[in-house]
């Protein structure tokens, strides 16, 4: 165990991060992704050794004294490996439902980025537009990356969190129709089968520091809030319902990744051809992709992660460390939109 189960863990994930980098160029070039899930790694050992001496002596000739002995050893390792496509009902709500806000934005107080969290998984924040994976510019709206900027600003300097709050269970009314997954409500909120509802707000925190303080007015006023208010419940949709919210139209996995195929790079020939849509361009104040994907002939050494895909390669710098750390963050993604499960087998090994 000391030294498979580090070996085991380190090939699960080299392998699910070249499954998801071949899952983009393959939306980039119009066909479907697909999943896998490793449910179940069993490594079955198999050692044995012998040994065998003995001693000859004569009496009459020391010389002939000798000592012989023979040994044997063998080792085998046969794992067993279980996948699991995701299909129907599990391929929707992983893959193609939005992920609500409320897994999104706590995200942002394990100190991941929130400017590229929400690059990522917005797309509109207050009818501001997130680029669409669609025409030769995806669309968008300047003011939806000032935005980003100045909350990342905020984010950095400890004057902008997130809060949780939960709401008793025997309160909640009825009525409520479903959010954008399964268990949430119209707010994107948790709810159902007893359980607290959850709320997240984003809280912009008192600072003493003019610069600061003028950052958080141009949130609110890029935000529609009160002059006053410091703090705002956020919920799903394109428009807030109520003054005193913040909507976010958040993605789901599959648009996520669509956007990110479309701002990758591809051979020109591929775009003459017709094989793919040409590369869309960036957007006000950002200069580049949030996960910047080289393509070329030669395998890439060195590579964060690489695939090939017919007659090409595709890979992630292994130097370019804002790319990893985004597509670090599409991974954690993946995973809090892995809301339905599927059971899988349980199989005891006898240890001894």
């Known amino acids: 165990m000391r030294h498979d189960q580090l070996a085991y863990s380190r090939a699960l994930g080299e392998v699910q991060k070249r499954e998801m980098l071949l899952n983009i160029v393959r939306l980039r ?8 899930d490793t449910t179940q790694v069993i490594a079955g050992y198999n050692f044995s050794r ?13 010389v002939s004294n000798y000592l012989f002995g023979t040994g044997t050893m063998s080792q085998a390792e046969n794992p067993t490996i279980t996948y699991q496509p995701l299909t129907g009902e599990q391929y929707a709500e992983n893959i193609v439902r939005p992920i609500s806000p409320v897994a999104i934005m706590p995200l942002s107080l394990g100190g991941m980025a929130i400017d590229t969290l929400l690059r990522l998984t917005a797309q509109s924040v ?3 537009s997130n680029v669409r994976g669609v025409g030769p510019f995806g669309g968008g709206s300047v003011r939806f990356y000032l935005l980003l900027h100045d909350l990342r600003q905020l984010q950095l300097a400890g004057a902008m969190t997130v809060r949780i709050a939960t709401d008793d269970p025997s309160s909640s009314k009825g009525g409520k ?4 997954s399964s268990g949430t409500d119209s707010n994107g909120s948790k709810a159902g089968n007893g359980q607290p509802n959850e709320h997240i707000y984003l809280v912009l925190t008192s600072t003493a520091d003019s610069n600061l303080q003028a950052i958080q007015g141009e949130v609110r006023r890029l935000l529609h809030l009160n002059a006053e208010i ?16 913040i909507a976010i139209l958040t993605r789901s996995m599959l648009a996520m990744l669509t956007q990110l195929s479309y701002e990758m790079e591809v ?3 591929d775009v003459h051809s017709g ?27 060195g590579a964060y992660a690489a695939v090939f895909y017919k007659k090409c390669w595709y890979w992630i710098s292994d130097t370019d460390f804002r790319s990893k750390e985004a597509f670090t963050m599409v991974q954690v993604l993946s995973t809090l939109a892995a809301t339905s499960h599927s059971g899988g087998a349980v199989v005891t090994i006898p240890a001894g």
């Open 177 to 180: 129709q479903a959010g954008p």
């Open 267 to 269: 051979p020109e020939k």
């Open 50 to 62: 012998s040994f065998s001496g003995g001693y000859y002596g004569y009496p009459a000739s020391a």
């Open 29 to 36: 070039y119009g066909e479907p992704p697909a999943f896998l």
């Open 230 to 245: 410091n703090e705002a419940e956020i919920v799903y949709g394109p428009y807030p319902k109520k003054e005193g919210q």
């Open 126 to 128: 207050d009818g501001l």
């Open 275 to 301: 094989r793919t849509l040409p590369t869309i361009g960036q957007v006000g104040i950002e200069s580049r992709p949030e996960v910047v994907i080289h393509s070329g002939k030669e395998a890439p050494e």
